[in-house]
Every structure is written in C-alpha cells, then in structure tokens.
C-alpha cells in the first residue's frame, strides 16, 4: 500500500505545476501577456547589443523608447480634443511607423549605397561639435567652434546634429531615429493645421494619407535636411492656420517655422511667403470689424511684404547672385539643372557636360511642370529599382486625383472662400514652378516631400452631396456577395425538397428556396 500510494504521488505530482501555469495563465489578460513577452525579448536583445555592438547601435535602443515616451503623452493630449474616433491608436500607429521608416533609411544610406550619403557627413561633423559641447562653457572665454563654412544651409543641419548628440550622445542609428521623430512632429502639424483652417476637409482620410504616404514616411527618416525642413515647413503651416483663424501665437509658429527653414533652404520659405500673403489677403473678414481692423490689415500685408523681400534677399546670398531680377531667378534655375544633371536617374540628358540649359519664366508651361514634380517618375522612366518603387506611388497619386475630380472642381470657389486651399495652392505652383528644374530623379523624389503634405489637402476636399457616386442597380444580387435573408430559412427534409430536374428542353421546375442559393447560382439563366 505504502508502494502504490508513493507511485500514486510521483504520477501526479507533475501534473500540479501545469495546471497551476494554466490557471494563471487564465487569469492573465492576453494583452499584457503579449507585452511582457516583448518587454522581455527587447531587454534580450539590448543586452546582447551592448555586449557585441557599440554605442553607435545599441545606443539607438536607448533613444527609440525614450522617443515614444515623450511624444505618448503629446499625442493624448492632442486625441482627447479630437472629435475624430480612435484618434490616438491612429496617432500612436503614425509614429511608430514614422520612427521604424530610420531603419530602412540607414539600411538605403549605409548599405545600399555604401556610406555614400550626407548623413554620413552630418554625423562625423556633429559628432565633434558635441565632443566640442561637453568640453566647453558657453560662460567661457575659449567657447569658439570654426564650422568651416557658412552657417547657412549644410552647417546648420551640422549645429542641429550636434546639438542631438550633446543630448543622446553620438549614435548614427540614434540620430536617424530622433530626426524622422522630428519630421513626424511636421506631419501632425499639417494635420492639426488643416483641421483648424479648412474644419469641413475630410480629416481622417487626410490623416490616413499625410501619416502612411511611402515618401513621406520614408524619406524625412534620416539625418539631413528633410526630416529639418518637414517639422518647419509644419510649424509654419500650423502657424499660418491659426492666423486664418485669428488663434494667438499665430506669428511666433510662423516666426520660428519661417526661421527654421530660411537657415536651410530659404526660398522655400519665400515659396512658403507668397502663399501666406496671398490666403491673408483673402481671409473672410468677421461680421463685426473694429475701427482698427483694415488698419490693422493693411500692416499685417506690409510685414509679411517686408519678410517677403528680406527672405528674397536670403536667397540672393545664399545662392550667390546679385538681386531679385528674372536674368538672377533663371541663372539659379539653369545651376539647379546643371548640378542635377548626373547619376543614373538623369531625366533630360546634357548634350555637354557644362551646359546649362535656359528656362523660361513664361508660366504657359507650369502644367507641365506639375506633372513633372508631382507624378514623375513614370513606371516607364524607371532606371532601378528605387526608381520603380517611388512611380507605383506617384502613379497611385495621379489615379486618386483623376478618381477625385468631383471634389477638385470644388478647388476653384474654395480658393476664394477657405483661405487655407489659397495658400495650399499657390506654395504648390510656385514650388513646382521652382522644383521643376531639378534634373534628376532621385533627388525630385526626396525634395517632393516639401509639398506633399499640402497636396493632399486637395484630396482631402469634402465630396458635394449631389456628385456622391449612386450604387449600380442589379436584376439580381451578384453570384459572390450574398445578401441579407437570400438563403432563406432551410425547409425540414422531405420528399417534397428532392425534385426531379426537368427534362431537357421542358419547363424548368420552380426550385425550393433553401436550394435556390445552396448549389452557388447554378440555376442563373
């Protein structure tokens, strides 16, 4: 007896500790289970980087959750004042993708094409301006770095990168991350924009376009100017919508978004001017206006005027001419070809290697260059692979544009009556007037990000209730798609359900109901 009840017990004693596991495993909700077990893999995997990695990568495991960690409670906050549903699982979604898009970036930059990126520059160059920070006062008599150029375009991109660094420390992978962070903050600040200056817009669909469109996920994800000019050029859309809609703190985004990108590419900020000054003209005007508000208007138009000229100015210096005349205008387009013209994705290929060829200010040609920036690469000038990939998109842009025509004809009256499409329209005339030039497809693709944000806000115009697409009728349901009540309610089984069919050439037999549907359409005419 003592035997069989020790056998007893040895049988059943590993029996407890799985059951046990399965009740506690009852208990645990399946999502925390799922977080854990993440949890667990990414400390694994941290580890196993820090042993065989150095700060350069393992670092960049460091800086991802932190990254979330801020932008988390920002993206509640701005969820809870939303009316939209599920705002903040759209938002959450937008930018972890956004912040995955670095890795392939630095995978296209470092493998792809060898470490022949300025990303690679950018972090050397910031990497000693931050060894530079950590060493030095600002309180200091010896606080003096020589860039080594002007500060002005590539040097302040390098200012920025080492300013990062100072911060996180000097991880290539680190920077991309906190970069295509920065140019996610644009992206939500087109959204925020259009959802203040033009309510009607079709939000969400917007949102799902700005927040998940392949060029601008993946090309504003590293260090350089892109990611820069995205989350300024959002700044200054944002700042430009709260002024159409007369918010306070108007000016200072306009100021600080017209400021960030005037020190890297100053003429999209005058591109970005033209277009304010032409929606402030056009502003609906309040039903009831004070004594000072034409005067009031008048100095608004004539400091924009002035930051119009001032900015133009800038561009004059930083591209090396003498004034703002059309002989200084068309010498910067024509040196904008010349340099565009090299590499393997060359659009218009130079009968000489120093010939730059003579563009006309005359604006008959500014459709074409709207197609030429907004829809090219064509599937058929692709010359590889990344060529390819980037005119599946524009060809899907230029087929929801032709789907979209009842909401463009709207275009027109909504110019005039929602000043924000004014100014929507006119950075993108101007700015494909500008970009036009660039002879090179690659680089278009990348430099295209600078308006996509406003492009869509043309897809984003609401449908009118009269043009709303009316379902076909059908004779009768489709063969695939069963609709609501076709099967029918099964009779019992009887002799009356088993008919004979029909002689062939003889009136077909009426069929039962629960086998009209039940042989897939077989007795279709």
């Known amino acids: 007896m003592a035997a069989g009840s020790v056998r007893a017990t040895g049988r059943a004693g590993p029996a407890e500790p799985a059951a046990a596991l399965r009740a506690l495993a009852g208990r645990v909700p399946w999502p925390t289970a799922v977080a854990v077990c993440l949890v667990l893999g990414y400390v694994t995997v941290f580890v196993l980087a820090m042993v065989h990695t150095g700060y350069d990568t393992w670092g960049a495991l460091l800086i991802l959750p932190a990254l979330m960690a801020i932008g988390t409670p920002i993206l509640a906050r701005v969820a809870a004042v939303n009316p939209e549903r599920d705002v903040f699982r759209l938002l959450m979604l937008a930018m972890a993708l956004k912040l995955l898009c670095a890795f392939p970036r630095y995978l296209m930059a470092f493998v792809l094409y060898g470490g022949a990126a300025d990303a690679k520059m950018y972090h050397q160059r910031g990497s000693d301006l931050a060894l530079f920070l950590d060493t030095h006062s600002p309180l200091s008599g010896t606080f003096h770095y020589d860039l080594g150029m002007k500060v002005a375009g590539t040097g302040f991109i390098i200012i920025v990168t080492g300013v990062v660094y100072a911060i996180t420390g000097p991880s290539l992978v680190g ?18 924009a259009l959802q203040i200056a033009f309510p009607e817009a079709d939000s969400r669909r917007y949102a799902k376009l700005v927040f998940f469109l392949p060029s601008l996920l993946f090309w504003p994800s590293s260090i350089g100017k892109d990611a820069w000019m995205m989350s300024c050029l959002g700044l200054t859309a944002y700042g430009v919508a ?18 960030g990108t005037g020190m890297v590419r100053p003429h999209v900020t005058v591109l970005a001017g033209a277009g ?9 005007r309040p ?20 930051m119009v000229m001032l900015m133009l100015q800038q561009v004059s210096t930083f591209f090396g001419t003498t004034g703002t005349t059309g002989d200084s205008v068309n010498h910067v387009l024509s040196e904008t070809s010349r340099r565009t013209s090299q590499g393997g994705s060359v659009i218009n290929q130079a009968t000489a290697d120093d010939a730059a060829p003579q563009f006309s200010l005359n604006p008959a040609g500014l459709p074409v260059a709207v197609v ?3 829809f090219r690469p064509f599937p058929f000038e692709a010359s590889n692979i990344q ?13 929801m544009f032709i789907r979209d025509w009842p909401r463009l004809r709207r275009v027109p009256r909504l110019f005039v009556q929602r000043s924000y499409v004014a100014f929507t329209i006119v950075y993108t005339l101007l700015f494909c007037w500008a970009f036009s030039t660039i002879n090179n497809m690659g680089i278009l693709s990348r430099e295209r990000v600078q308006v996509l944000p406003l ?14 697409p009316k379902a076909r009728p059908h004779s009768r349901p489709p063969l695939w798609r069963v609709q609501p009540g076709q099967w029918g309610v099964r009779p019992a089984a009887g002799p009356e359900t088993h008919r004979p069919p029909a002689a062939v050439g003889g009136p077909a037999a009426p069929p039962p109901p629960s086998t009209t549907s039940s042989q897939g359409g077989s007795n279709r005419p």
């Not at 060529?387 to 060809?395: G, I, K, R, T, W």
């Not at 492009?455 to 009269?466: D, H, I, Q, S, T």
Request: proline fraction near 3%; aromatic fraction near 12%; charge should be positive.
């Open 276 to 284: 304010l000054t032409v929606a402030y003209v056009l502003r609906r």
């Open 372 to 374: 030429s920036v907004l």
């Open 242 to 259: 709260r002024l159409l809609d007369r918010r306070f703190g108007a000016f200072l985004c306009i100021a600080l978004g017209s400021l």
């Open 287 to 306: 039903q009831q206006v004070s004594a000072l508000g034409p005067l009031r208007t008048v100095l608004t138009v004539a400091v924009l005027g002035v």
């Open 455 to 468: 492009v869509l806000v043309l897809l984003a115009v609401p449908r009118p209730e009269g043009d709303r």
């Open 387 to 399: 060529n390819l990939v980037q005119s599946v998109e524009c060809f899907a842009l230029l087929v």
């Open 175 to 192: 920077g991309f991350l906190v970069f295509s962070w920065l140019g996610f903050w644009g992206l939500l600040l087109f959204w925020r």
